[in-house]
């Protein structure tokens, strides 16, 4: 096979799995026309029409799904092999993909990858933060990193951070008008602030629980945003209640900038875990990363 025509397969196959010239040429480092070219070439040379474009979408046709159906086992197993002889290098090498949680990347994988990317120079991680899940799968993830309640269940995970609390806190000056609710009820009397979280699809309902019952409030207030740091500032700034995960407000909590409010209405749960496939074979690289995050209980 020549090399040309390796390109053009892989070419096609990103625009497939991706549905988009956009994504795929980003994906492959090249440009948008140069992408077409290269699909337009290969459906020259097969005399099949690969794929359906509009101009909103792109999309396989049937003979052009059956070509991804038979490219997308051979690349993942060409991508496997080259896996298994990177463990022949004298050093561990190789780039690690990993999408996470903003919190999550400031407070756990960056300061392990501190400690290990000096010590193995030759391994590279990328981290891409996004607010929701995705499929960490389709967009070829080595891993991902969430909170334990939200890993799919077919998944592998691996606990990498300690036991999180819901934390509903305001500052001292929005108390000092406003008399600190006693039960999650008492939030109907105040002005509280909400998040949109994609990963819930919409406002997000605060959770609370006690002596085993549970409890889901929806609030109303001034103020609703898509990111918890805005949320946790507005609070600060006296401007109502939030409620949000207590590792972001550790710093708040320990300088009196924001109290904590509801705190037996608010029991821990698993914190935040890496995850990844069963059937996915990792690079030597992969492992080092896994061992540098991995929790140890009270300590890395």
């Not at 080595?142 to 300690?162: H, K, S, T």
Request: aromatic share 6%; hydrophobic share 45%; glycine share 6%.
């Amino acid at each position: 096979m020549r090399r040309e025509d390796l390109s053009e397969l892989m070419s096609f196959l990103a625009v497939a799995d991706e549905r988009s010239f956009t994504r795929a040429a980003a994906k492959l480092g090249t440009s948008q026309s140069a992408l077409s070219h290269t699909i337009s070439r290969l459906e020259e040379r097969l005399g099949l029409r690969l794929l359906m474009r509009t101009t909103r979408s792109v999309a396989p046709t049937d003979a052009g799904e059956r070509l991804a159906e038979t490219l997308r086992p051979a690349f993942a197993d060409i991508e496997a092999r080259l896996v298994d002889l990177t463990s022949l290098r004298a050093r561990p090498a190789g780039v690690v993909r990993i999408n996470t949680s903003e919190q999550a990347a400031k407070l756990i994988i960056m300061p392990a990858l501190e400690r290990l990317l000096p010590e193995f120079p030759d391994i590279q991680v990328e981290l891409e933060i996004e607010p929701g899940l995705v499929d960490i799968v389709a967009e070829r993830f080595d891993a991902g990193v969430r909170l334990g309640e939200q890993v799919a269940r077919d998944m592998i995970a691996v606990r990498i951070g300690p036991d999180i609390r819901m934390a509903a806190v305001a500052s001292p000056a929005y108390l000092a008008d406003h008399p600190a609710p006693r039960t999650p009820h008492d939030l109907a009397r105040h002005a509280c602030i909400n998040l949109r979280l994609a990963t819930y699809g919409d406002l997000y309902a605060w959770e609370f629980e006690k002596g085993g019952r549970e409890l889901k409030v929806r609030v109303e207030g001034p103020l609703t945003f898509n990111r918890s740091t805005f949320a946790v500032e507005a609070a600060c700034k006296g401007l109502g209640i939030a409620c949000v995960p207590d590792d972001h407000v550790g710093d708040e909590l320990a300088d009196g900038r924001l109290v904590r409010l509801l705190g037996d209405w608010c029991p821990p749960f698993a914190g935040y875990h890496l995850y990844y496939p069963s059937r996915k074979q990792h690079s030597p690289a992969f492992a080092l990363v896994l061992e540098a995050l991995r929790w140890r209980g009270t300590g890395r």
